[in-house]
């Protein structure tokens, strides 16, 4: 293994790991050092907890878990004794003191260095303080003769003074494993962390993230580096996996990037939907499921997940069924038609008035001499959950589940009807944005999509008003706010966490202000009962925003 002197060749291993899959997460990092050998690297950076996969929760108060990662770990280090390229890999560790969120150095056929985690994180999607305990004081290791220091993800989101430490240590460079996950706008919030720790410490940081679906997570890569003089160093492409090797040479005693990639970034519109295309991706191969099912209504949000679907998938593991009733109009039957030919999926009518007639029958004399209403409209969206779920059963179709945030928030959903299903790969997002990323779909394939190109949502689609077609010439419009209205409601009772006076003064109505606000705390318990979906905002259902649903407080605090 020869010394470095002046070039220092760093390949970073942007790869998609599965949570639990040791035995899987250890080839890919073969695969990766075997990549970055014949791109001449010195050293390959993994991302956080590689080998376990990441976020691995509590499987990490598994014992043999544990040990099944170290396993692995001593493997990889054993490997290094060839002269190749040394590695630092991510994996949960028990240690003396309990168990470590860790990074590993590998070099000449063994575990050269340790770094474990400082700063854990305990908000939104993170829990870590539950499962790990903090690192002690950072330590720079000696790698073929220069000082690196690696901290690891959290350990620089914050003034934890970790990357200050390791600087104190003698680190040349700081090597960052991270698994960052994908919301809207967060590549430039990691640019503005990264450049605050170069500043401090005058060093250059390369930033290496993970890419994959997990669960609700997506990661989206684009892992990057600055300079010490804050200039960028290179920029990897965002939602695509790749080892690359970025060539760094010592210029007056520090170091400099003098060659790496310079991706292009999507805008906000491509980077969403490409996040669900991967997320719904990953959760459906990950599971081992073979194909997807989805009711296709005629509706913008079906049209959507059933385009994400088929981009993910391609259009032979997609069957979409249009299950028709008497309130059905005719332009839906044209529309959903005219989708599934644009995307080339499979299509089936199964109509729904035998089994809601059914239904009605046998709950005639409990239900005499009461109104029609929200009852009966929830049995036909009851009996389209339960078609679907049988041809999950008989087919092992996995279920796509359709709402949008919008809908999710104030309780526009049927529980054990329309919200059936195994994922939802639009459940967080808002209306508008349903409708902002249709039009994007039309006009782009993402790449690696394995859709058409052209129009594949009908034009109809997005134009008609929406309903959900429960009785005769019903809107969504007739239950809720107009939607720009509703999601502008949503987005500070959500989001931002506003108050009633705050968002009134954004100029909103206050009794519907209220009504949304009362809606939205009700429909809690529907939620806690709904399948995953891909988080796209900063604040997603589930991890993100725990309420109870037992909740009697209400903003009633306007003048």
Not at 315 to 342: F, G, H, I, Q
Not at 390 to 411: L, R
Not at 504 to 531: C, N, P, W
Request: with cysteine; charged share 25%.
């Amino acid at each position: 293994m020869t010394q470095i002197k002046d070039i220092f060749r760093i390949a970073v291993a942007q790869l998609d790991p599965t949570v639990g899959d040791v035995k899987g997460n250890l080839a890919r990092a073969r695969e990766a050092r075997a990549d970055a050998a014949r791109q001449d690297a010195d050293l390959v950076l993994m991302t956080e907890l590689f080998i376990s996969g990441y976020p691995p929760e509590d499987l990490v108060l598994k014992p043999a878990f544990l040990d099944a990662c170290l396993a692995a770990v001593e493997s990889l280090a054993a490997e290094t004794a060839d002269g190749g390229p040394g590695m630092i890999v991510g994996f949960p560790r028990m240690g003396e003191d309990g168990r470590h969120n860790s990074a590993a150095l590998l070099d000449g056929g063994r575990i050269v260095a340790i770094a474990d985690k400082v700063d854990l994180p305990n908000y939104g999607e993170f829990d870590e303080k539950r499962v790990f305990a903090p690192g002690g004081k950072p330590k720079a290791f000696d790698f073929r003769g220069i000082r690196i220091g690696v901290p690891i993800c959290e350990d620089i989101w914050n003034d934890a003074g970790v990357c200050e430490a390791l600087r104190d240590d003698g680190a040349e460079i700081l090597l960052h494993p991270n698994g960052s996950p994908y919301y809207r706008g967060k590549i430039h919030v990691r640019h503005d962390v990264v450049l605050r720790q170069v500043e401090l410490t005058g060093l250059p940081l390369v930033f290496a993230n993970q890419l994959g679906g997990q669960d609700e997570l997506v990661f989206d890569g684009a892992s990057f580096a600055y300079n010490g003089d804050k200039s960028p160093a290179f920029q990897m492409a965002q939602f695509e996996e790749s080892v690359v090797t970025t060539t760094w040479k010592k210029r007056d005693g520090r170091w400099q990037c003098a060659e790496g990639p310079s991706s292009r970034l999507p805008d906000s519109e491509e980077a969403d939907y490409r996040a669900c295309v991967l997320g719904f991706r990953d959760y459906v191969n990950k599971n081992g499921f073979k194909n997807v099912v989805l009711g296709l209504s005629g509706g913008i949000d079906s049209a959507i997940c059933a385009a994400i679907a088929v981009d993910a998938l391609g259009e032979d593991r997609v069957r979409t069924v249009m299950m028709p009733y008497r309130y059905t109009s005719r332009e839906s039957l044209v529309d959903a038609e005219a989708c599934a030919k644009a995307l080339g999926c499979h299509y089936d009518i199964v109509a729904i008035e035998e089994p809601v007639s059914g239904f009605l029958s046998a709950l005639s004399d409990l239900f005499e001499g009461t109104d029609e209403g929200i009852t009966e409209e929830n049995l036909q969206s009851r009996a389209r959950g339960t078609i679907l779920m049988a041809i999950s059963n008989k087919f092992g179709s996995m279920v796509v589940t359709t709402g949008n945030k919008s809908e999710m928030s104030v309780g526009y959903c049927t529980l054990y009807g329309d919200m059936n299903g195994g994922f939802n790969p639009i459940k967080d997002l808002y209306k508008m944005q349903v409708y902002a990323l249709s039009r994007w779909r039309n006009a782009h394939v993402p790449p690696g999509g394995l859709g058409p190109t052209g129009e594949v949502i009908p034009q109809n689609i997005i134009d008609k008003a929406p309903s959900a077609e429960l009785r005769p010439n019903q809107t969504d419009q007739d239950s809720l706010p107009p939607y720009p209205v509703l999601d502008d409601i949503l987005e500070g009772l959500v989001e931002q966490e506003l108050s009633v006076e705050e968002i009134v003064a954004r100029g909103h109505d206050i009794a519907t202000v209220h009504r949304v606000e009362h809606l939205l705390y009700i429909a809690e318990y529907k939620r806690r009962q709904s399948a995953p979906g891909v988080k796209i905002t900063r604040k997603n259902f589930g991890r993100d925003r725990r309420y109870p649903i037992t909740n009697r407080f209400r903003d009633r605090k306007m003048r």
